[in-house]
């Protein structure tokens, strides 16, 4: 009996460490699967982004604002840049990694190093075109997706991947949903673009005239500097047709590729931020609740799945003068280019110094062997009209004429033949009287002159006498009419 007590003690404490044993690997199990969800869980660090456009059409200046960064810095070639991503929810953060491909053709060599056949699958494509060249949109959408069909085409992928890349983007397009519109949480008719990657139910066909150009990629076009629009309604006359019919043209060729069309302003910071949110949402599946946005020109948004053709053909209505069919480039035609005359500078080389001296000493000589009384050895100086000279005349002080006979007609006719000079002649008789007449004289004054005034007067009857002195002596006729019209 005391045998089969100890043999069930055992048999008791043997299953008791298996039972603890069990739970520990339990435990260990539990905590390595927890660790497994939360790394799936985390924001996925291999997505980039890829900008592609040609130059000065705003590729630098976009990502610097979706980085925030006030001081973008230009480079050339392949330039490397990210973005900080942080999820507020599941408080995670990563970096997106950003290529921007220099404008020049020639640098389209470099895209291996940023699309590849492994990251294919996790890159989101910008194609930027900027409003202040409109004729050259559609010409540099065609040639920047053309370059980038080629480089995928040079890749070595898996067919049958590269067609479920494919058919995930037709999946995309075709479930969209518009915000506001979602139904029930497990409605049949509506499903969320969230769980589209486990999703293997076939592809329906899509409408006319999308997809039709299938890269397996999110493709996003961007207008920038959708600002300038005022400038070229001010300067070139754009109506609001022109700007209707290049909208047109640039969502047609988005139904084509499956892409979304954001028209951004960095300067007056329209649709930046819009365009940050859509694409964390596009790479990492963050809500995103903006429907698309058609309503001003300058600001329009249209997410990848919305469009069709029935609804471009209302900007149909506003083309008067032009069909959506006509040529691009016969409806938005590049400008003259006008080139402003610019004036060459002319070389002025500096005199010689001696030289210089030596021709100003010549005409100092020259001047000083002339007569001092001719214009030639002197220059004349206009009278100066003192205050106290206009004063004086004003108040005709110390002339014996009357009032209403000075400067008649009657007496004193400058402009017939042979009066030349009895201008001068009156002038030197008042100059006269003003220098000759003594401070005591009893002529009547209408008040009394200051002694300064005196001094001013004197001064600038010398000058006057001195310049009459100096001009042409009058024609014995003139002088017997300057005679007469002082005795007058």
């Known amino acids: 009996m005391a045998l089969n007590g100890e043999r069930s003690a055992l048999s008791g404490l043997s299953d008791l460490r298996k039972e603890k044993a069990e739970e520990k690997e339990n435990l260990w199990k539990k905590i390595l699967g927890e660790v497994q969800n939360s790394e799936r869980n985390k924001l996925p660090s291999c997505k980039s982004v890829l900008v592609l456009g040609e130059n000065e059409s705003g590729k630098t200046t976009l990502i610097a604002k979706l980085q925030g960064n006030e001081d973008p810095k230009k480079g050339s ?41 492994d990251n294919l699958e996790h890159t989101l494509v910008l194609l930027t075109v900027s409003m202040t060249v409109p004729w050259a949109i559609m010409d540099q959408l065609h040639t920047w997706a053309s370059t980038l069909q080629d480089h995928i085409d040079k890749l070595n992928l898996d067919p049958d991947k590269f067609k479920e890349q494919q058919d995930r983007m037709s999946r995309l397009w075709q479930d969209y949903v518009e915000p506001g519109d979602e139904l029930e949480a497990g409605s049949p008719m509506k499903r969320s673009s969230r769980n589209l990657e486990n999703d293997d139910e076939p592809v329906l066909p899509l409408p006319e005239n999308v997809l039709t150009r299938n890269l397996g990629l999110h493709v996003i076009v961007v207008v920038t500097k959708t600002d300038y629009m ?10 609001e047709e022109h700007f209707d019919f290049i909208q047109q043209s640039i ?3 988005c139904l084509q590729y499956g892409a979304a069309l954001f028209y951004t302003s960095v300067k007056e910071d329209k649709n930046c931020d819009l365009l940050y949110k859509y694409l964390v949402h596009r790479i990492y599946n963050f809500p995103f609740r903006t429907p698309a946005l058609v309503v001003e020109k300058d600001a329009v ?37 006008v080139r402003k005359a610019v004036a060459r500078e002319v070389e002025v080389q500096a005199e010689d110094e001696q030289a210089f001296l030596a021709r100003h000493l010549a005409q100092l000589q020259a001047g000083s062997t002339g007569a001092p009384n001719t214009p030639q050895g002197r220059q004349e100086s206009p009278l100066r009209q003192s205050p106290a000279v206009q004063k004086t005349s004003e108040r005709r002080v110390s002339t014996g004429v009357p009032p209403n006979q000075i400067g008649s007609p009657k007496k004193i006719e400058s402009t017939k033949p042979g009066v030349t000079g009895a201008n001068e002649g009156v002038l030197a008789n008042f100059f006269n009287s003003l220098l000759n007449k003594k401070a005591g004289t009893n002529s009547p004054s209408p008040g009394p002159i200051k002694t300064n005034d005196k001094a001013a007067m004197r001064s600038d009857a010398a000058a006057e006498l001195d310049r009459l002195t100096r001009s042409k002596k009058p024609t014995p006729n003139n002088s017997t009419e300057t005679n007469n019209s002082s005795e007058c």
């Open 230 to 239: 005022s400038t070229l309604e001010k300067d070139f006359d754009y109506k």
């Open 251 to 253: 969502r047609k060729f």
């Open 77 to 117: 070639g392949l330039e490397y840049a990210y973005i900080d991503v942080r999820d507020e929810y599941r408080d995670d953060h990563t970096r997106l990694s950003v290529w921007v491909l220099d404008g020049d053709p020639k640098h389209a060599e470099l895209l291996e190093f940023a699309v590849n056949a």
């Open 301 to 337: 948004f249209i997410p990848a799945g919305w469009d069709n053709d029935k609804k471009i053909s209302i900007l149909y209505e506003n083309m008067h003068t032009m069909t959506p069919d006509d040529y691009y480039t016969d409806v938005v035609v590049k400008p003259p280019v």
